[in-house]
């Protein structure tokens, strides 16, 4: 069964760098998210993206994040200068449809530490 | 107050027992998810719901828009269906899922 695939699985980096969190979502799938989970909470939502441009982002999702399709297959959320509180794990889904009519698959997600 | 309320937190069954989470939501949706998360942290979609019912093997999702509320049972649970379970509202008018808490089920042999 097809799925989306996120690299690295673990990322560790220090605070003030830059990180791209790499996922390849299922290939005739056309939307696109990102969500976050830092240990202990419940997962949020960051952004989500159709057509080659964010459709929907969240309080969270300020000049510090970005996404990008730089091609057909890969969808990336670029952190700069990453700060100790984005240490979570970042969980990228994509989906045939909309939310309203079809299912989100996600990806096993990459942890992210910030030291 | 929370936008999404799950309960109960945690709970404990049998191997073979009926069980039931419940989620209840205070805003406008226009489709409700279920979703089951790992210990490892994967998550994997069980249900997308907007009105009804929808089963899927052991699993039964039903939901109630008038009464904003949703339950998701599992008949006779199984230790590997020891996971979270998360309720996650679509929001009307939006792409983003709202998630809850989770209710973490431990079903023990």
């Known amino acids: 069964e097809p799925e989306v695939t996120q690299t690295p699985s673990h990322q560790v980096t220090q605070m003030g760098q830059e990180v791209i969190l790499r996922c390849v979502p299922i290939?005739?799938?056309?939307?696109f998210y990102w969500y976050r989970q830092i240990l202990g909470q419940k997962v949020e939502f960051l952004v989500s993206?159709?057509?080659?441009?964010?459709?929907?982002k969240s309080e969270i999702f300020d000049d510090q994040f970005s996404v990008e399709r730089p091609d057909g297959s890969n969808f990336t959320l670029k952190i700069r200068s990453t700060k100790l509180e984005d240490s979570a794990m970042y969980f990228c889904?994509?989906?045939?449809?909309?939310?309203?009519?079809?299912?989100?698959?996600f990806g096993n997600g990459t942890r992210l530490t910030v030291t | 107050k929370n936008e999404v309320e799950q309960s109960p937190q945690n709970l404990t069954a049998q191997e073979g027992e009926f069980i039931t989470i419940n989620c209840s939501y205070s805003v406008g949706i226009s489709a409700l998810h279920w979703l089951q998360q790992h210990p490892g942290g994967g998550i994997v979609s069980l249900f997308m719901?907007?009105?009804g019912k929808k089963k899927h093997g052991r699993l039964i999702a039903t939901i109630n828009i008038q009464e904003k509320h949703s339950s998701l049972h599992i008949t006779a649970s199984h230790p590997r269906d020891s996971a979270v379970y998360i309720c996650a509202p679509l929001q009307t008018s939006g792409s983003r899922l709202t998630f809850g808490e989770g209710t973490q089920l431990t079903v023990n042999p």
């Open positions: 889904a994509s989906s045939e449809q909309d939310s309203i009519n079809s299912p989100l698959h």
């Open positions: 993206f159709y057509n080659n441009e964010i459709s929907e």
């Open positions: 290939s005739n799938h056309l939307y």
């Open positions: 719901l907007s009105s």
